[in-house]
């Protein structure tokens, strides 16, 4: 029985409360208009970004449905957010974690995971340079996680395949969304990488919404979505744009998609620091350079509600020094 003294309290029994209900706030500084781009704050979940999510629910589901027992092993082949997402729910429910990433994804997460008692390797790049990671190297950052799950039989969480990740933005995040427009959005966007967020939040929102119009970001010279041949492997979009449509995505939700180039993702990513106080990553950039562009198209009325992510934390991130261009 609880004390007198914690009756009406506010207090979240664990990180895994802290998860979702991130703020929805609007960029009318950096665009005063016409219409109104609203991002949300996933840069605030507890790991850092956006994957908190994908975790919490994929490891819950593998947990319910008997694939996951108590104290047993996890796995996964990460960019980072991922890792960190997962690296979080696993210390608070108990599950020794182990993660592969590409060394050219930045050390900043591998900080982060192990701090939170992760176990990161850092694989060797096939063709990527610090900062730019290829689909090789995620391809073989792959590979070393499912060579570790043969040998140990730790649990594959399986990001890129797993339902549950883009279920958790059908039940999480294009609920929030909706409800904190007061079921008002004209446009929604997003960058892609296991296109878990792109695929359950559009399909929340063309369910409650059909007029929606959905947007894939792409960086340029890596747009398969808008079905180009890959030219440009190697940009600065870590966690996105792998040069390929991933097994998750669903064209039945998409509308469009806008192509950023790594000029315009560094000049938004500043200027959302600059003018509206918050310091994010390059898909976030990426993200409100697109919203941008379509406000700019005339596609929309205008007075239209855009509405996208920011997916992570600058914190994240390293400045690539000269020798690791």
């Known amino acids: 029985m609880a004390h007198s003294s914690e009756k009406n309290t506010d207090i979240c029994s664990s990180a895994l409360n802290l998860i979702g209900n991130t703020p929805l706030v609007a960029f009318d500084r950096l665009w005063p208009g016409p219409g109104r781009i609203l991002a949300k704050c996933e840069f605030m979940n507890p790991g850092g970004s956006v994957k908190d999510r994908s975790s919490l629910y994929m490891i819950n589901a593998a ?21 960190c997402g997962l690296a979080v729910v696993c210390a608070v429910l108990g599950h020794p974690l182990t993660v592969t990433m590409p060394k050219g994804n930045s050390v900043q997460r591998a900080i982060h995971m192990e701090a939170l008692g992760a176990n990161c390797i850092r694989v060797p790049q096939v063709e990527g340079t610090y900062g730019n990671v290829t689909l ?57 990488g296991t296109a878990g967020t792109f695929a359950g939040t559009a399909k929340f929102l063309k369910v409650v919404h059909p007029e929606v119009l959905c947007y894939v970001v792409e960086p340029v010279g890596s747009e398969p979505i808008k079905g180009e041949a890959i030219t440009k492997p190697l940009h600065l979009l870590q966690g996105s744009g792998y040069g390929l449509v991933p097994d998750l995505f669903d064209y039945d939700h ?3 998609t806008f192509s950023i ?3 315009e993702a560094v000049e938004y990513k500043q200027l959302i620091g600059e003018k509206e106080g918050l310091f994010v990553g390059y898909t976030s950039g990426a993200n409100v350079a697109a919203a941008v562009k379509l406000l700019k198209s005339g596609v929309l009325p205008e007075d239209a509600w855009v509405v996208t992510l920011l997916n992570d934390t600058g914190l994240k991130y390293t400045p690539i020094p000269d020798d690791l261009k």
């Open 136 to 192: 090789a190297d995620a391809l073989a950052a792959e590979a070393e996680a499912v060579r570790i799950t043969e040998e140990t039989g730790a649990y594959y969480t399986n990001q890129f395949c797993n339902k549950m990740n883009s279920g958790s933005h059908y039940l999480s995040t294009g609920p929030e969304i909706w409800r904190q427009t007061g079921h008002r959005v004209d446009a929604f966007l997003d960058t892609v």
């Open 261 to 263: 180039t790594d000029e």
């Open 254 to 256: 998409l509308d469009g």
């Open 63 to 83: 947990r319910d449905e008997g694939k996951l027992k108590p104290g047993h092993p996890v796995i996964e082949v990460t960019s980072g957010n991922q890792g």
